[in-house]
């Protein structure tokens, strides 16, 4: 939070992992317990999370007090979207469904402000909670915001998949994420997102984003501990630095079974 640098870029100039997870339901203890876990990062989720504006200003409070870094997955690529999530104080902004490169033009215009020629188009507010109503030193806290909102795209459609390399060569774009759950959904494998046809997907992804110097969000297939581990290793190797682990209902969800599991207890339901 302003006046202080992005702990996650800074992580990210040392060539360091960052990892982090989707928080999906209004919990401030979910997010206290990633903090204590040792993440870095929540990503607070507008798009599929069952909360509205006023609990994500909550939630982010929670993850500035509890010293982790709050990210916002907006609901839409819209411009008042992107700005009342900056405005509530997100150190990092999820743009979702991004399909083109204008598309990639108009979200950066609008997550940056205007500063000597950049085009940025962000309304201006400066008693707005991010600047901590900085009207007094405003040209400050324009540059601060300007160089620390790590700003994310996410391409999660076969449009986009089609366009990522124009998308890509866009100026203004901290890092890219790969919607694999959406693209599986539209390509028909009705989930499959870990699947042959979705890995040759991310590594057409990855080797785009190599070839653009972009850094890419990653997330493993798999909590099994041996396996997640081997995964973690391969993209690592591979340049991967952000890892995205899950969501808060992901994790619950795995927990609740497994405390069943030594009672001979099996859920009827399938896993989320």
Known sequence: MYPHPN????????????????????????????A???????IIDQEHGNFGFSETVHLIRAAEAARICPMVRVPDHGATSIRKAMEAGAMGIFVP????????RQ???????????????????????AARSQGRDWEGYVKWSNDNVLLTLLVESQEGIGN???I????GIDSVALGRFDLAHEMGLHGGRYGPELEDVFRRFVASAKAAGMRYFSR?????????????????ADGARMFTMGSDRQFIDRVFREVLRPMGIESTAGAT
Do not use: M, W
């Open 7 to 34: 702990p996650l870029k800074q992580k990210l100039a040392a060539d360091q992992c960052i990892t982090g997870l989707f928080i999906q339901t209004p919990s401030a203890d979910c997010i206290e317990i990633a």
């Open 97 to 104: 469904d991004v399909d083109t490169a204008e598309q990639a």
């Open 107 to 129: 979200v950066i215009a609008a997550a940056k402000y205007c500063y000597q020629g950049n085009g940025g188009t962000k309304g201006a507010c400066p008693t707005n909670r």
């Open 36 to 42: 204590v876990a040792g993440f870095d990062y929540v």
């Open 164 to 166: 990522l390399d124009e």
């Open 220 to 236: 493993l297939g798999s909590l099994d501990h041996d396996t997640a581990k081997a995964q973690c290793e391969a993209l690592v």
């Open 168 to 171: 890509l060569a866009v100026p």
